[in-house]
Structures are given as C-alpha cells and as structure tokens.
C-alpha cells in the first residue's frame, strides 16, 4: 500500500482544515487496512454498498474509529486514488525519465502499458469514475492524477523535441498517444485482443517520423 497519512490518539476528528495530526505506527496500520478494505468494496461493488459502515466491518475496526482516520466516505475514494497511484502512474513515470533516448524510453512505455492490467485495478478505475460522476472532490482529485499521467506522454515527446533541437510542439503527440491508450485501454476491459502493445509502438513511432 502507499504511504499512509498521519493520525493518532483519542482525540476528536480533525476538522479538514485543521490539517492531519502525527501519526502512531497502531495509527498507520489502522488506516491502511481502511485503505485496503475501501479498495475491495470499490473493486467488487462498483460503489454500491461502499460506506464507511461497511468499510469499518470489513477492516475489522469500529465505525467510530473509521470516521477518526476519514471523515466521509469521500475521503476514503481519495485516500484509494492516491493509493493506486504507485501502480499505474509512477512506473509510467519512471518509464520516461529513465536514460536512454527517446525511441529506448518508448519502448519502455510500451512494454509496460503492453502488460494487462490486473482485474481490481481495473475495476477500481471503473468504480472511481462512477463515483466522480456524482463527487467533485473526487472528480478534481481523479482530474489531477489523470493530468499528471498525460504528462507522461508529453514528457516523452518533449525527449523527441530536444533530440531534434527542440523544432515541434510534443504537446499535441502526447495528448495523442495519451488518447489511443484510453481508448485500448477500454477495449481490453470488454474482452476485446487489440493487440495493445504493436499498436501503440506503431503509433508512437508514426508520430515520432512525422514530427
């Protein structure tokens, strides 16, 4: 799990302005076991039954306890949003500022969006978009870690712009490529054998020769 945040004590709930308190090591295990169960119910039930009842039962910690480490159940989605974050964008991410130039960094992107994607990440994508819909923390939080994953893209483009002594926008390629691999990505999750990792790797490089 990720990095969990900082609580401890038998004090009240801090207010969301008040800013979190340090945090217990029994602290930190507690809410990370929140964590995991809100991520189970996400995956499984596509946010029916998600509460922060059911949450507290599943972890095994009270109710009250629960509304200590989270105040609503929106905090819950987005301590989820953060904690997937090392599982879907960081690897990206590390993907694109390792060395090497800008053909060996997309091939290292697209060997790894070219590996599936396990079933509760997935489901947990499709859960945190269905909460958005109706929660704009969430959406404003989901936005942000969506806009950081675009990046990715634009980054690696931008290596292709400063090989060529920086000539073309990476911009636009990289919003492009971020755009095609939604789009398979979509296609995976219904079954579909799009082939992801050819496509892509033809795409990137038929951007990258007309650029």
Same mark, same amino acid.
């Given at each position: 799990m990720a990095a969990v945040a900082k609580d401890s004590g038998d004090r009240p709930a801090p207010s969301a302005r008040a800013g979190r308190p340090r945090t217990s090591a029994k602290g930190e295990q507690t809410r990370a076991r929140l964590i995991a169960a809100a991520r189970t119910l996400l995956a499984g039930e596509m946010g029916e039954g998600f509460t922060t009842r059911n949450v507290a039962a599943l972890s095994g910690v009270s109710h009250g306890m629960c509304h200590y480490h989270f105040q609503?159940?929106?905090? =819950?989605? %987005?301590?989820?949003i953060a904690d997937i974050r090392p599982e879907w964008i960081t690897p990206l991410e590390a993907a694109v500022s390792g060395p090497g130039s800008f053909a060996e960094r997309a091939e290292r992107v697209v060997e790894l969006l070219g590996r599936p994607e396990g079933a509760e990440l997935s489901h947990l994508h499709s859960a945190l978009h269905w909460q958005a819909l109706n929660d704009a923390r969430v959406r404003e939080s989901l936005e942000i870690e969506y806009r950081r994953w675009r990046a990715c893209f634009v980054a690696l483009f931008q290596v292709l712009a400063d090989e060529r002594g920086g000539d073309f926008d990476p911009r636009p390629l990289g919003l492009a490529v971020a755009a095609a691999v939604d789009? =398979?990505?979509?296609?995976?999750? %219904?079954?579909?054998?799009?082939?992801?990792?050819?496509? %892509?790797?033809?795409l990137i490089r038929t951007l990258a020769a007309g650029a």
């Open positions: 609503d159940r929106t905090d =819950l989605v %987005l301590a989820v789009g =398979l990505a979509a296609m995976d999750s %219904l079954g579909a054998d799009g082939g992801t990792e050819p496509v %892509l790797r033809t």
